[in-house]
């Protein structure tokens, strides 16, 4: 018995060292992780500035590098639109920066919007008289449109490269048949005969007016990327839509041969071409400095200036609550109300770049909006969504910039009850009873469809929603209801159809609106280092980013057509019955 309890207890005491050593050892893991992105990298003398997409992602605000995707070898930078930008900026007059090498393929951006501010910020290095060199192997629509930009574009001379240069388009998914053979019944209530989120459930073909809507967006994104890049690229429309319409872009000696590109090169060739860019006598000698590094020894040089210009980072699904990792309600209300409290921000710029969502959360957030105009001006910012909830929040800033691309407007509302009860019959053959103090009690439970005073029900507070969202608009924009209604009804516009029926008021990046916000703010001289620009809500540290990865879900259908499907509604669950959104149909990017 002696024994037993010995060897019980030395069994006991080996698991309890074992499990401490393993907590150590994890917890010792973790912070030898977050160590790897707080260094700060050397810079050297002089060098070239290589922007290499695909080991670049651009986003909203910049994130410390998923260290999950480090250990794995996949070394990219996530960097904010901002600091991008601000980044090449600065570049342009760094004697230290000699030029920019820009690896276009791999471009990823989640839309066309952030690609034209960052080939603006491109464009605007150029002439402060420094060379942007551009290659590709595997052009795609978006990688050569920000490629298109510099002074000079080579094309590796090797067979077997894909081209993907063949215009704007979607797909436009639907799910009626499907659900149909699943017994699933969606009840679609919406207002506004464009408003098309939720149509992929109950049709199985487009509506005429969604169709009209969606070949107009995507014709309007082209428009500007085709202007831009026939203007670098000298050459007509009519060439350049000829070329993509009669598949005339095949091989490297077809880009070349048409315009598109200035060389093709093997890689020791441009190697040879960057080194004289460099002005070193070989290539080895060449100093390459990553846009990641450079911004990251640019962010550590912290402003000391007192007055602040805040940027909010309004990006995501607009949802009820708290998530850290959404535009939701409640958080975003108490952000607003303590910029507003803080006396040392002078101006703030509520950045969006959101699709919509939750009615009651977007009217939390327009609220504060509001309250924060009183004290403060408040410039809004486009990035590639601003639709439907986006535009809620967002409609009565003192001045709205949007991009030429940015997917705005969608003044709609809908709200939708899926009846499962002929899947819950015929697919898994369970019977449901259901009982209640009243006939309606069960109107929410998925169980039954809806009775026509049900739908009415509903059909009202969708309408009554529809008209507050007008009333909204309206006050915001200082335009008439009726007018409002008239380009209202859930339609999708883009930023530069937008400017033209009066929904934002200019054509402009980020960092217009913060400049505009410095002049708001009493600065006549728009000079953005004389401010401390300080972003809400603090981006994710690289332990958030462990703890969010220990515990997060990755979406399947992530890189396939059906991608819009699953993030359309991954908020949505039975709880969500019988509430009211304001959301555009659907997410589009460009590759």
């Known amino acids: 018995m002696k024994d037993f309890l010995k060897m019980t207890l030395a069994v006991l005491a080996g698991l309890l060292i074992a499990g401490i050593l393993g907590f150590m050892l994890f917890f010792g893991f973790i912070g030898t992780l977050a160590s790897l992105g707080g260094s700060t990298p050397a810079m050297p003398r002089s060098g070239v500035l290589i922007m290499d997409m695909s080991r670049i992602s651009i986003a909203e605000q910049t994130q410390e590098t998923d260290p999950m995707a480090m250990i794995q070898g996949q070394d990219i930078s996530i960097i904010g639109l901002w600091d991008a930008v601000r980044a090449i900026e600065k570049a342009a007059s760094d004697p230290a920066v000699q030029c920019i090498y820009l690896k276009a393929d791999g471009l990823s951006a989640g839309g066309i919007a952030p690609v034209e501010e960052l080939r603006q910020a491109l464009e605007a290095f150029r002439l402060s008289g420094k060379p942007v060199v551009a290659y590709t192997e595997n052009p795609g629509t978006g990688s050569y449109y920000l490629a298109s930009v510099a002074d000079k574009i080579y094309m590796g001379s090797y067979k077997g490269g894909s081209n993907m240069m063949v215009g704007v388009g979607t797909q436009m998914i639907f799910l009626k048949d499907l659900l149909d053979k699943l017994g699933v019944n969606v009840q679609l209530i919406r207002h506004g005969k464009f408003k098309s989120a939720g149509e992929m459930y109950i049709k199985s073909r487009p509506s005429e007016e969604n169709l009209l809507q969606t070949r107009e967006m995507v014709n309007s994104m082209w428009d500007g990327m085709a202007e831009a890049i026939c203007s670098s690229r000298e050459i007509s429309r009519a060439e350049l839509d000829g070329m993509i319409e009669e598949l005339r872009l095949n091989t490297p000696e077809d880009f070349l041969a048409n315009g598109l590109v200035d060389g093709l090169l093997t890689k020791e060739e441009l190697k040879e071409k960057i080194t004289v860019l460099a002005k070193e006598s070989r290539y080895e000698d060449v100093k390459f400095i990553k846009l990641g590094d450079y911004v990251n020894v640019n962010a550590q040089t912290a402003s000391t200036a007192k007055r602040k210009i805040a940027i909010i980072f309004a990006e995501g699904e607009i949802i009820d609550g708290y998530d850290k990792q959404e535009v939701a309600g409640d958080r975003f209300a108490g952000i607003i109300s303590s910029v507003r409290a803080d006396s040392t921000v002078k101006a703030v710029v509520l950045r969006v770049a959101s699709p919509g969502g939750s009615v009651m959360a977007s009217e939390k957030i327009r609220t504060e909006i509001d309250l924060l105009r009183k004290d403060k ?114 339609r999708v516009w883009t930023g530069s159809d937008a400017l033209k029926i009066g929904l934002v008021d200019e054509i402009g990046t980020l960092a217009d609106a913060v400049k505009y916000a410095s002049i708001a703010a009493g600065d006549s001289e728009a000079d953005l280092s004389t401010w401390n620009i300080t972003a809400y809500p603090k981006p994710m540290t690289t332990l958030d980013i462990i703890l969010e990865s220990l515990t997060g879900s990755t979406d399947a259908l992530a890189g396939t057509p059906f991608e819009s499907v699953g993030r359309a509604f991954r908020n949505w669950d039975a709880s969500s019955s019988g509430k009211v959104y304001a959301r555009m149909p659907y997410i589009l990017e460009i590759k």
């Open 377 to 490: 001006p408040v410039i809004a910012s486009y990035g590639s969504y601003a639709a439907s909830g986006g535009y809620w929040i967002s409609n009565s800033c003192d001045k709205i910039f949007s991009d030429k691309s940015t997917l705005t407007g969608s003044i709609g509302v809908f709200s939708m009850i899926p009846d499962l009860s002929g899947t819950a019959e015929k697919i898994f053959h369970v019977g449901v009873t259901n009982v209640g103090s009243s006939s309606h009690s069960d109107m929410y439970s998925l169980s039954r469809p809806l009775s026509p005073s049900e739908t009415a029900y509903m059909q009202k507070s969708v309408d009554d929603n529809y008209e507050a969202f007008l009333e909204n608009v309206s006050a915001g924009r200082g335009m008439e209801k009726e007018t409002i209604d008239e380009i209202a009804q859930g």
